[in-house]
């Protein structure tokens, strides 16, 4: 996996790019590479009134198997290239995490 992860004083932080109005939620895989790389994620909810962020937190909590108040979009609400925190967590938790959800 070629996803930089970053420790923080708060957290861990990772990219990722967003497909809202997929079929279904789920990831997708990565896209770019080197210090460009983002998670891709498909989310069925529709860009409105923050249905898809509220979406893409329940889900990255559900698949990292963290609290949802442990994630937080730190930068990109508006957009699809989206930066992510994930509170009280390693950058090495977090990477194994997105890694055994990579190979399923």
Given at each position: ?104
């Amino acid at each position: 996996m070629n996803l930089p992860i970053t420790d923080t004083r708060d957290g861990a932080r990772f990219a990722v790019r967003v497909t809202p109005r997929a079929s279904r939620t789920a990831v997708v895989g990565l896209t770019g590479d080197g210090p460009d790389a983002a998670l891709k994620i498909a989310l069925h909810a529709p860009p409105v009134e923050g249905s898809a962020n509220a979406a893409l937190v329940e889900f990255l909590a559900d698949l990292l198997r963290v609290r949802r108040s442990e994630v937080e979009i730190a930068s990109g609400a508006h957009g699809r290239n989206k930066l992510i925190l994930i509170r009280n967590h390693s950058a090495a938790e977090i990477s194994s995490a997105i890694a055994a959800a990579l190979a399923t």
